[in-house]
């Protein structure tokens, strides 16, 4: 009894064992399969083309506009997609049938817009370039006929030459008052001195008149000749009107010629001369 009980122990170890171990292998393969499972979740996609969402994107995107999905297209009359041609071609009918309304389609608003844009951009520059020169041409007309600070001829040149025209009048006119009072008194009694000093002021004048005028470059160089031309001549003969007069200062009046009881006798043209520049200062 002893044996028989002993195998019969040994036979349920066996038998608990066995068990154990095909527990544990199907443990094993269920967690394998799992692994797999995850895995194949985790790394693996399929992209989902919804061609309908696609096609509507192209007309969306300017690409395409007669990509109608499902298709619209038909055999021998017969519609092979009814929902495409349902939805498409009844209920959407004008939009399906209607015109590429794609603004950059090759007729579309965009490219009539940039079109003309760029003739507009280019009408502009033309513009610009002719104001920009219109500009330059009126700047140097301006600089050509502008007077003042501008006028180079007359602040190189001409001021100079009738400043000494002046002060030369100014030196003869104080010499005279100072050294020779008789011959300027008698220059200022006379109509011709008159005339020639408001001559002057007239001259100064229109020196500078043409000084400040807007005209054209040529023609104030002109007028500064003439000006000049015609002062110069009428200040040279009015010096020697002046010089004349301070040569007959010099010479004795009627009552100087009246008080002289003799008149001095000379045997030689030497006496002559010593005479007179003793008596007459020149």
């Known amino acids: 009894m002893k044996t028989l009980n002993g195998q019969q122990l040994m036979v349920k170890g066996q038998c608990s064992t066995r068990h154990n171990n095909l527990r544990c292998l199907l443990l094993l393969l269920i967690s394998y399969c799992l692994t797999l499972v995850a895995s194949h979740a985790q790394f693996t ?13 192209k007309r969306m995107v ?46 579309g608003p965009f490219i009539k817009n940039h079109a003309d844009l760029t003739l507009q951009e ?20 301006y600089l050509n006929m502008s007077g003042g600070q501008a006028d180079a001829a007359y602040n190189l040149f001409f001021k100079k030459k009738f400043d000494d025209i002046f002060n030369s009048f100014n030196e003869w006119e104080t010499g005279m008052r100072s050294e020779y009072p008789k011959a300027y008194e008698a220059s200022t009694q ?20 043409n000084h400040e005028a807007f005209v054209d470059k040529g023609v104030r160089l002109e007028a500064y000749i003439n000006l000049y031309k015609e002062l110069l001549e009428k200040y040279q003969v009015v010096s020697k009107y002046l010089a004349g ?21 000379f045997n030689k043209d030497k006496e002559i001369v010593k005479h007179i520049l003793g008596n007459y200062k020149f």
Request: aromatic fraction near 12%; charge should be positive; hydrophobic fraction near 30%.
């Open 45 to 57: 996609y399929a992209v989902v083309q919804d061609k309908p969402v696609n096609g509507q994107l």
């Open 62 to 107: 300017y690409i395409d506009w007669d990509d109608w999905q499902p298709t619209t297209k038909t055999f021998l009359g017969i519609p092979r997609n009814a929902k495409g041609f349902a939805f498409w071609r009844v209920l959407n009918n004008k939009y399906y049938t209607g015109q590429d309304s794609r603004p950059y389609r090759a007729d």
């Open 122 to 141: 280019r009408s502009d520059m033309k513009i610009t370039d002719s104001t920009e020169k219109i500009r330059d041409t009126h700047a140097a007309t």
């Open 190 to 209: 006379s109509s011709y001195f008159t005339k020639f000093k408001e001559y002057l002021e007239i001259t100064k004048d229109r020196i500078q008149a």
């Open 245 to 265: 007069q301070v040569l007959l200062s010099k010479l004795p009046t009627q009552k100087e010629l009246r008080e002289t009881k003799s008149l001095p006798v």
